[in-house]
């Protein structure tokens, strides 16, 4: 096991590619303590926000967003990127790296290409089907391909030889009993014990349509006596439900500890991001996913499998309405058996372990090469 005495991990811009690498970070450091952690990150990127206060040594290198047309920025992009790969290679020089590991997001080229210049091993991690702009061209420099989910290698022909691993998830998460904690974190929020609790939450970004959607609902809700705990996203006006609802009706701007809301819950409103539904699924928390429409449908394809095996249901952002929260959302919300049996068939979806499947992948690369 002591193959790795010096890890870079690559990754930024977005939660979608951090929570995963930090994840896998923990799991590194737990099988070994004494290995040393190097994360490459952009000046501008949420890793700055997430990486340092977890402990890890963050190196900034400048990275570009890729070009998906052919324009002036196509034609500056060999220079760019060979500024950039220059970056990284001081810093894998420095920390004398025995491997890349890639979680995606424009910060991850870089690293890929100073890793294959100097022939280090270079594992990539992809959650999304079609995969990523910076994945797709790491993966013209290694055959060492991870996956999150069992569809992306049935969609995606560029993944067809990738191993499903699953997703990295932090350990406040899958250690999670959501039955042993419900009680507290209950209390913590100020919610009844007795009443069935509907968790809404858009994402790290939050989601107007569904916010607006639900706020519509609040009285009928509250009138079946479902509560609600609503995390409005830190980016989005803020909303209010009435403020004579004969149950609790709370909202929040922002919630760090995700799992609070998971074991408060009975059922759970959001968005279909990678990191959503992995978590979701491991939890066996029954969930209603409306992807986000201004994609290439890669939320919808996320969340589809979890809810063809029976662990939820898919509505389309132009369908949610006040209206079908009432008639669809309410009913559920007060059904317990038949939460249980999503809640079931979910959890029989989700997988707990990627991190440590992923560790294992890593060791497998490394020794191979």
Known sequence: MGVLRSVVLAGGGTGGHIYPLLAFADCLRRHDPHVRIT???????????????????????PAYQLPRSLNMNLLRTPDRMWRSARAAGKVLEDVRADAVIGFGGYV?????LAAWRRELPIVIHEVNVP???????????????AVGFPHQPVQSESLRGARVVGVPLRRSITALDRSAARDAARAHFGLRPDLPVLFVSGGSQGARSINLAVIGAAKELARAGVQVLHVIGARNEAVSPPSDLPVPYVTLPYLSEMEL???AADLML???GAMTCAEVAAL??????????????EQKRNALPVVEAGGGLLVDDAELSPDWIERTVVPLARDPQRLAAMGAAAAAYGRRDGDEALLDFVYEAVAAQ
């Not at 991850?108 to 890929?112: G, Q």
């Not at 995969?131 to 391909?145: E, L, Q, Y």
């Not at 066996?284 to 290439?296: I, R």
């Open 108 to 112: 991850s080229v870089p690293a890929y």
């Open 261 to 263: 809301g998971y074991a």
């Open 284 to 297: 066996g928390l029954p969930a209603v996913y409306v992807p986000y429409p201004h994609s290439n449908q």
């Open 39 to 61: 994360c490459v990150g952009t000046p501008k990127g949420l890793e700055n926000e997430l990486i340092p206060p977890h402990g890890y040594d963050l190196r900034q290198i």
């Open 131 to 145: 995969p990523g702009v910076a994945n797709r061209m790491g993966m013209k420099f290694t055959k060492h391909v």
């Open 270 to 272: 959001c968005r279909g």
